[in-house]
């Protein structure tokens, strides 16, 4: 697993920015799987203003995101459709028609899965999964214990993932369910990508990266990936105790 560290957020955001731009440039058909959180909105900010002023057009590319609640409309103030609607796909020219998110409202979660991995399936796979760390070592919401071969599924939320979540939803708990992505479907991409910033980041980073390959830490999966890359500022990087190779 690769990993560059760079000085702060915005740096670090401005590379991973850079190779989602570079992978459009070389296949404008690419298929793209995003994450939602705080950690992505830097790089999503720099994609944007690349549409805006050098043209970059997402038009021809798929685009999955990892997970949705469940019981939150796509309209609700705090669902990921609303997330990437105001904070990316309502800001480029990406293609209503080629905009997947798990459907949180859907009368039969488990079908929901299955179609939404089905339609997954009959793009021919993901291209590139940029995916943020929970701090617990999530990825999506993979939580600790998630099977590695584990595909797009219903799952309890931790309490300490609602906990951080929690500020979405003002008075409101945040959901104890989502529809995510699963292990095995993200490690069949093609190219993974994993983005970190903060201090609060680098224990699940260092785990995941000098630990052994675990359950316990979802993260910890990439390290046998044949094309997984680490976005680190230096505060996320604090934790390791070892070079990595960059």
């Known amino acids: 697993m690769r990993a560059g560290v760079f000085p702060d957020y915005e740096a670090m955001s401005a590379a991973a920015a850079d190779v989602v731009a570079r992978r459009l440039g070389e296949e404008h058909s690419s298929v793209l799987m995003l994450p939602t959180g705080i950690t992505p909105l830097g790089m999503y900010r720099q994609l944007v203003e690349m549409h805006n002023s050098r043209g970059l057009s997402f038009a021809d590319a798929t685009f999955f995101n990892l997970d949705e609640y469940i019981g939150l409309a796509p309209d609700h103030r705090a669902s990921y459709h609303v997330y990437m609607k105001e904070n990316f796909y309502g800001l480029i020219d990406a293609d209503p028609a080629r905009v997947f998110v798990p459907d949180g409202t859907a009368p039969d979660p488990e079908a929901e899965c299955e179609r939404y991995e089905a339609v997954i399936r009959g793009t021919g796979g993901v291209d590139v999964c940029v995916l943020g760390i ?6 999506g919401f993979n939580e600790p214990g998630a099977p590695f071969d584990s595909r797009t599924r219903v799952v309890e939320l931790s ?22 992505v699963g292990m095995a479907t993200i490690f069949e991409a093609r190219e993974v ?7 609060n980041k680098a224990g699940a980073v260092a785990a995941a990266v000098e630990g052994d390959a675990s359950e316990s830490v979802p993260a910890s999966m990439l390290k046998s990936h044949p094309h997984a890359s680490l976005f680190l500022d230096e505060d996320a990087a604090s934790g390791l105790g070892r070079g990595i190779a960059g």
């Open 193 to 199: 990508m994993l983005l970190a910033s903060g201090t």
């Open 134 to 139: 929970g701090r617990n070592g999530h990825i």
């Open 159 to 180: 309490e300490s993932t609602r906990k951080v979540n929690a500020a979405d939803f003002e008075a409101d708990r945040a959901p104890e369910r989502a529809i995510t």
